[in-house]
């Protein structure tokens, strides 16, 4: 089953798009992919967490206003029988400015099968000094 699911994931980041001019979200695909009742924490630790598929719907859509050539890109992945986590190697266009960047996304599964929470952790730090947002602004100290 575990295998499954890594494969179930794979199938989820393709469809955030394949990092092209032309390539957008599947937002329909994404939803599908997740429980009616599904969270996703924006990054850990600290941010925000969106619950339910009107709210996921809502910011997949804010993003899409703000990032573009979208691509994931696995390094490493491990599953059990209720969760996969993936090390990923990401790009994105976001506010105009290149911004590639690793994280690690933790997905859990539910009875039937879909993601019902999906966590990511990264250093939003150094993605907002990518996106060129002055960090000191931002919260951000520098040592």
Same mark, same amino acid.
């Given at each position: #089953? +575990?295998?499954?699911? !890594?494969?179930?994931?794979?199938?989820?980041?393709?469809?955030?798009?394949? @990092?092209?001019?032309?390539? %957008?979200?599947?937002?329909?695909?994404?939803?599908?992919? #997740? +429980?009616?009742?599904? !969270?996703?924490?924006?990054?850990?630790?600290?941010?925000?967490?969106?619950? @339910?598929?009107?709210?996921? %719907?809502?910011?997949?859509?804010?993003?899409?206003?703000?990032?573009?050539?979208?691509?994931?890109?696995?390094?490493?992945?491990?599953?059990?029988?209720?969760?996969?986590?993936?090390?990923?190697?990401?790009?994105?266009?976001?506010?105009?400015?290149?911004?590639?960047?690793?994280?690690?996304?933790?997905?859990?599964?539910?009875?039937?099968?879909?993601?019902?929470?999906?966590?990511?952790?990264?250093?939003?730090?150094?993605?907002?000094?990518?996106?060129?947002?002055?960090?000191?602004?931002?919260?951000?100290?520098?040592?």
């Amino acid at each position: #089953m +575990s295998k499954e699911m !890594e494969n179930y994931v794979r199938e989820f980041q393709d469809a955030w798009g394949d @990092g092209t001019d032309e390539s %957008r979200p599947d937002v329909e695909k994404i939803l599908s992919m #997740m +429980s009616e009742d599904a !969270e996703w924490q924006l990054w850990v630790p600290g941010g925000p967490v969106v619950k @339910g598929q009107k709210a996921l %719907r809502e910011e997949i859509y804010r993003q899409m206003e703000m990032a573009t050539n979208n691509k994931c890109n696995e390094v490493n992945i491990c599953s059990n029988d209720r969760i996969v986590m993936q090390e990923r190697s990401d790009w994105a266009v976001i506010l105009g400015k290149p911004c590639p960047h690793s994280m690690v996304a933790v997905y859990e599964f539910d009875d039937d099968g879909k993601i019902c929470k999906w966590r990511e952790y990264l250093d939003m730090m150094d993605l907002t000094q990518k996106m060129g947002v002055d960090t000191s602004v931002a919260g951000g100290t520098q040592s």
